[in-house]
């Protein structure tokens, strides 16, 4: 609840606070647990460190052309992609004989062979999205708006898969006729994140664009959205259990990507225990229903 003081009370009440140079800027008091919060206007806020502006001014001098193409997007999903995908292929051919490596993959005894690997590559080429030139705003987004872009972009993103992919394992003609294509190898590696059917990755691919846009973020913002989506989701996909990986492959369940709070309220989280050398490969990994323990 707001209150409105007279001007002498307010003039008495801003004498007797240690910024009481500021009480012509002083607008309302807030009245919240017998506490009091000063309203300052916009001119007494002062103005966030222009943490990421120089880098910003840096892409306008030097490579001001490219950020503006509509291909620029597409090229650093590409080239992101195709980086990581290059690391994670490089670990499978090195697994089979270096053991301190092998150990971390969840399927050890089966290596990625060349046919995998050249089966999938095709797929890495299709995507192409189009858009209209971008036009560059001169001053770079806050890191505050940064951070809070990219967090927002990813909790609507993570959502929106969440429902799509729940969706299409839960009807059986959306799954065969679209989504089976990217079961087909039940030994995950990197090459498997795109190894997807034309609608989904189009599905996907729409959703990573016109998020950004629909919370109308810096196009720094939402390079970098793109980015750390295809770090995250090549990450899922690469088929090693690493002591930092947060992500564990666990059939019908576990549909949202970045999150867990979804497959926590529908019911589909699973905490995944890994099998012992004993357990039949085809059977994959075991888990069990997440009673909200550790």
């Known amino acids: 609840m707001y209150f ?3 001007q002498d009370v307010f003039s008495t009440y801003c004498a007797h606070t ?3 140079a500021l009480n012509r800027d002083c607008t309302k008091v807030l009245l919240f647990d017998n506490s009091v919060l000063l309203l300052l206007k916009p001119s007494v806020l002062q103005p966030e460190p222009p943490v990421l502006q120089p880098v910003w001014n ?3 001098k030097y490579h001001q052309a490219e ?3 509509p291909l620029f997007p597409v090229v650093i999903s590409v080239s992101t992609y195709l980086l990581l995908v290059t690391l994670y292929t490089l670990l499978d051919v090195l697994a089979p004989s270096w053991p301190t490596l092998n150990r971390y993959k969840l399927h050890p005894d089966r290596p990625v062979t060349w046919d995998n690997i050249w ?3 095709p797929s890495h080429c299709a995507p192409v999205v189009w858009r209209p030139p971008i036009p560059l705003p001169r001053k770079a987004p806050t890191l505050t708006s940064f951070l809070l872009g990219i967090l927002g972009c990813t909790v609507v993103f993570d959502f929106q898969y969440y429902l799509w992919h729940l969706l299409h394992h839960r009807v059986p003609w959306l799954y065969c006729t679209f989504h089976a294509m990217h079961h087909q ?3 995950p590696f990197s ?4 190894n997807l059917s034309a609608w989904e990755l189009i599905s996907v691919g729409f959703w990573t664009t016109v998020d950004p846009l629909l919370l109308q973020c810096h196009c720094l913002t939402t390079w970098c959205f793109m980015v750390f989506t295809i770090c995250v989701s090549t990450e899922d996909h690469h088929g090693y259990d690493f002591p930092w990986s947060l992500h564990r492959m666990m059939p019908g ?3 949202a990507p970045f999150f867990f709070h979804w497959d926590w309220l529908g019911g589909t989280n699973m905490v995944p225990t890994i099998p012992s050398r004993d357990t039949p490969v085809t059977k994959g990994l075991k888990g069990r229903k997440d009673k909200g323990t550790a």
């Open 4 to 6: 409105q003081p007279k």
């Open 18 to 20: 240690t910024v009481s």
């Open 58 to 60: 840096y892409l306008l």
């Open 67 to 69: 950020p503006q193409s």
């Open 119 to 121: 089966t999938t590559l």
């Open 185 to 187: 190898y039940l030994q």
């Open 191 to 194: 090459l498997v994140t795109q």
């Open 253 to 255: 369940a576990n549909f």
